[in-house]
Nanobody
Framework: QVQLVESGGGLVQAGGSLRISCVAS????????MGWFRQAPGKEREFVGG????????SYVDSVKGRFTISRDNAKSTVYLQMNSLKPEDTAVYYC?????????????????WGQGTQVTVSS
């Protein structure tokens, strides 16, 4: 089992920044892919980006490229999502997830472990 706990969400004005964290624990996850997803009210859960624990390679959805950055700290077993130049349309509950697949997957069904989510609200 892998346990994931997010923190760091909150309310921010448009143009501002937030960093959310995801601490992983449990079985060895060094070979896992870590993904960030978000879900706004009435919408499907959306892939935001992902990172491989081993190499640190990242991938992002087009709508956040250049604004969001995913990083990891292996020593702290923590993955971060740094969000800059936030827009009201970034408002959602953000989730981290872990996948044992080979390569960064973009579909929620490819991830077997999920955190509880953290709310990010961007005011205009």
């Amino acid at each position: 089992q892998v346990q994931l706990v997010e923190s760091g969400g909150g309310l921010v004005q448009a143009g501002g920044s937030l960093r959310i964290s995801c601490v992983a624990s449990g079985r060895t996850f060094s070979s896992y892919i870590m993904g960030w997803f978000r879900q706004a009210p009435g919408k499907e859960r959306e892939f935001v980006g992902g990172i491989t624990w081993s190499s640190g390679s990242t991938s992002y959805v087009d709508s956040v490229k250049g604004r969001f950055t995913i990083s990891r700290d292996n020593a702290k077993s923590t993955v971060y999502l740094q969000m800059n130049s936030l827009k009201p349309e970034d408002t959602a509950v953000y989730y981290c997830a872990a996948s044992g697949r080979n390569g960064i997957a973009v579909h929620p069904q490819d991830y077997g472990y999920w955190g509880q989510g953290t709310q990010v609200t961007v005011s205009s």
